[in-house]
């Protein structure tokens, strides 16, 4: 459905056909003031380029007249058209200024992508088989990836036709917002879903830097978005939204609940993280067991960060957590005043 926001704007979401169990991808077409924009680039099937074509097409324009795509981040569900959009239409790329490095990092699959993620999975306590399987498992996705390009870095605060970019890092590390504060909308990605809750993945750091409690700083990106004027939400899952408030503190309610699951499956015991997922998530397929890890691991670095567990390695560099005498202290605390009451409602 086409959403005019005035005689100078409007957005339009565009659905995409994925192979996964994630469903659909949306993308959006904007008209301002500037040049015709795409917000993301679906996945790379020919499925997926005709419903584009169709559906823009449909809404009056051609893949050539657009002038400008833009990533709210760079899962390859949300890039896999670029390369083919951008040989047809000469649209410029803009995104987070790491947006080049995470693919190469995320997607590159080399000696060094295989080296690093086998010493993280031995960390966490994964078996042999196990780790062997997710690195073959690797190859299914190169068909969907493409050679890509950035034209132009959106930093923090940068603005452009309206639209003012903020950063949230959490779910992936180039995660964006672009608030539309005149126009009352944002075009959020995956950084807010509503009904879902965006497991932030397990991922490898870029050269100089350490791998980052990918949850916790997903938290601290949430409670920043809470209290922005996001207005209706765009995302790049599901149908738009505009209680965001509600939704933030859904998936926060939600990790609470996980906290306790993940408690819950530790008992008193030490075990590594892969052991707490075989207790949280019993029979993984090798499709989807590195998300479950990434959601134990993810879960354990935030309890000990509040205190709740201790950490320390083996002899083999095996990671093992245990509880401490103590009870989970909330990271988060959300003060009830008149404003908030009111947004919540």
């Known amino acids: 459905m086409i959403t005019p926001l005035s005689s100078d704007w409007l957005i339009a979401p565009i659905v995409l056909p994925t192979p996964f169990p994630v469903g659909d991808v949306n993308v959006y077409l904007y008209r301002g003031q500037d040049r015709l924009t795409l917000f993301d680039a679906g996945v790379k099937t020919d499925q997926a380029w005709d419903a584009l074509v169709e559906q823009i097409r449909e809404l009056g324009y051609e893949i050539r007249d657009i002038g400008r795509i833009v990533l709210t981040h760079h899962h390859f569900d949300h890039i896999g058209l670029l390369g083919r959009l951008v040989r047809e239409s000469r649209a410029e790329v803009w995104a987070h200024p790491e947006t080049l490095l995470q693919i190469q990092y995320h997607y590159g699959y080399d000696a060094s992508h295989t080296a690093y993620y086998r010493g993280l999975l031995r960390e966490f306590g994964v078996p042999e088989s196990w780790i062997e399987t997710f690195l073959e498992r690797r190859e299914v996705h190169r068909q969907f990836l493409d050679v890509c390009t950035v034209d132009r870095a959106l930093y923090e605060h940068d603005s452009f036709d309206g639209f003012r970019v903020v950063h949230v890092p959490g779910h992936s590390p180039t995660d964006t917002l672009y608030l539309h504060e005149s126009g009352g909308f944002t075009v959020t990605g995956d950084h807010i879903i509503q009904g879902v809750n965006p497991n932030p993945i397990v991922r490898r750091p870029l050269p100089g830097q350490e791998r980052q409690p990918s949850l916790i700083q997903y938290q601290q990106s949430l409670l920043r978005t809470r209290y922005l004027p996001l207005g209706k939400c765009?995302?790049?899952?599901?149908?738009?939204?505009?209680?965001?408030?509600?939704?933030?503190?859904?998936?926060?309610?939600?990790?609470?609940?996980?906290?306790e699951k993940v408690l819950n499956a530790l008992g008193q015991e030490a075990q590594t993280p892969w052991m707490v997922a075989q207790r949280m998530y019993g029979n993984m397929s090798a499709g989807d067991f590195i998300f479950c890890v990434s959601v134990a691991i993810g879960h354990l670095e935030l309890l000990e960060h509040r205190g709740v567990l201790r950490c320390w390695r083996d002899h083999h560099g095996v990671l093992w957590y245990q509880r401490k005498n103590a009870g989970i202290r909330h990271a988060f605390i959300i003060p009830e005043t008149e404003t908030t009451r009111e947004s919540v409602q």
């Open 234 to 259: 765009y995302p790049g899952h599901g149908q738009p939204f505009s209680n965001h408030i509600e939704v933030v503190d859904h998936i926060l309610e939600r990790q609470e609940k996980r906290n």
